[in-house]
């Protein structure tokens, strides 16, 4: 049996497909580099990475967090995955560049070839349909239905163009994250909605006999699980090689993110009904049972080799907070080591380029790093961070060549999901203890039990590992829209080109 949700990670906005006996989940990634994360499966409670759709969407400014522009909470968002004649089809639309992306692949590791389609659609959903014709739903609210052309370049001239769905104002969100499918010969349309009675998340279905009818339907799945009235809705459903059906949605947990929750379901007279609650536990035989599972998150101990282009390609948890600077960072040129070189100057961490990440994962996890701080310039911070809007560190740094291990924290400005944390204002310095010597092992921890959102650190001095300032707040909002990253750092303050090295890392998730 597993355990519900299925992840307690930041997997949010899923989209889930079955090729075979193989399990595909798309999620969205937002600003982090490379992008449009696709994970398998054989039992649909067991994931790894399978792979990521892209290493860079359009290598822009704001991507690439140049003069003070960012592409937080934009980026790739809510994609929709299919299978069709053999090719895989990713489509999304990112919010900074306002275009809509296609991907398509002969195989989920692709290559993957990049083309858009002409106009913007909020999350859009994908459909095939039997007699060839291929549409699009999408928006906010007032959903739409276009039917798009045979190369899938644009709308089609003449091609059907509807409202299939339209909420009644006042309403909270609407009707959006489409997923569109065509069962026996019915269409489904599933969006993420908010009861107004609930305040709450919940899931929608309208149906329809053809694309020109009338889709009828409504809320189909409310619940909470009991914590914290956060619903659980928005994402895809898949069936069994045996028939069976299942939803993965998502769950908002706070400063982890939002996490994937299964759901089983069925058809009833044409309609989907789920089940009642969801399930705590939950067992779903596997299509290959002896499988071993890549982690999803996991240590490091940088030793690459780089592949036949001269590319080193880093373990697939590993994930860059925007486009990288690839003259700036190494990990073959002292082989156990992540080397580190600033190569502008960052107001704070939110702007420092080659950040490197990985999720943080619940009920609670730590990572521990030693960082080799010989070659820092006076200005500079590096260290381990929980990467969010209201984010916090620990760092070297150094001050007219003395070397300090400081606490440096943002804390919310309000407590609206709205608020903007994204500025050149630097954060706040809570700690300091001066460090005689280059290097330090430095522990980040993290608690998420029951939304407690804490981050706490700590150093080696000696055996004995000492706390340094007080745990630190972290909150979930739209401005960084995305759960907590445990992040690698650098950036320079006064002046660029110093150096931090990075060796040893171990991550582990903590009951």
Request: with cysteine; aromatic share 14%; net charge negative.
């Amino acid at each position: 049996m597993s355990k519900n949700p299925i992840i307690w990670g930041d997997y949010p906005d899923l989209d889930v497909i079955r090729v075979g006996d193989t399990y595909y989940m798309v999620s969205t990634t937002m600003h982090m580099m490379p992008g449009c994360v696709i994970l398998r499966s054989y039992d649909l409670l067991h994931w790894e990475t399978a792979t990521h759709v892209f290493d860079v969407l359009e290598n822009t400014p704001a991507q690439r967090l140049e003069n003070g522009q960012q592409i937080y909470g934009q980026g790739m968002w809510a994609a929709s995955l299919r299978h069709h004649n053999g090719k895989f089809y990713v489509v999304f639309a990112a919010n900074d560049t306002r275009k809509t992306y296609l991907y398509s692949a002969e195989e989920i590791n692709g290559p993957w070839t990049k083309q858009y389609i002409e106009g913007f659609y909020h999350d859009c959903s994908l459909l095939f349909d039997d007699d060839g014709r291929v549409y699009l739903i999408y928006g906010n609210a007032e959903i739409m239905l276009t039917e798009l052309k045979d190369d899938l370049s644009g709308p089609k001239p003449g091609g059907l163009e509807r409202v299939i769905v339209r909420d009644t104002p006042p309403y909270d969100l609407g009707y959006e994250g489409a997923h569109f499918y065509k069962i026996r010969g019915k269409y489904y349309a599933f969006f993420i909605h908010i009861s107004p009675a609930y305040g709450r998340r919940t899931q929608a279905c309208y149906v329809s006999d053809s694309l020109e009818g009338e889709f009828s339907g409504g809320e189909v799945f409310n619940d909470d699980r009991g914590y914290f009235n956060s619903g659980v809705a928005q994402g895809g459903i898949v069936d069994t090689p045996e028939g069976l059906w299942y939803a993965l949605l998502f769950q908002d947990h706070g400063a982890v993110g939002r996490v994937p929750v299964i759901v089983p379901l069925e058809f009833v007279d044409g309609f989907p009904v789920f089940a009642k609650e969801t399930p705590k536990t939950i067992d779903i035989p596997s299509t290959r049972p002896d499988y071993t599972y890549k982690s999803l998150i996991g240590s490091d101990e940088f030793r690459y080799e780089p592949d036949s282009n001269g590319k080193v390609q880093l373990k697939d948890f590993w994930q860059w907070n925007h486009i990288p600077n690839e003259t700036l960072w190494s990990v073959t040129e002292k082989p156990g080591s992540y080397r580190v070189r600033s190569g502008n100057i960052s107001p704070n961490l939110t702007f420092a380029i080659n950040t490197l990440t990985q999720r943080a994962i619940g009920p609670a996890c730590e990572a521990v790093v030693t960082l080799d701080g010989s070659e820092l310039n006076n200005g500079d911070y590096a260290g381990l961070c929980f990467l969010i809007g209201t984010y916090a560190y620990i760092a070297l740094t150094q001050e007219e060549g003395q070397l300090y291990l400081v606490l440096m924290a943002r804390k919310s400005e309000d407590t609206s999901l709205f608020g903007s944390m994204v500025d050149d204002e630097p954060g706040t310095e809570y700690a300091r203890v001066p460090i005689y010597g280059t290097k330090v092992m430095l522990k980040a921890y993290g608690n998420f039990m029951n939304n407690a959102d804490t981050c706490t650190f700590s150093y080696r001095e000696g055996e004995e590992w000492k706390q340094l300032g007080n745990p630190h707040q972290m909150v979930y909002k739209l401005d960084y829209f995305m759960g907590c990253r445990i992040g690698l750092f650098l950036f320079s303050t006064d002046r660029f080109g110093g150096m931090a090295e990075f060796s040893k890392f171990q991550y582990n998730v903590l009951s």
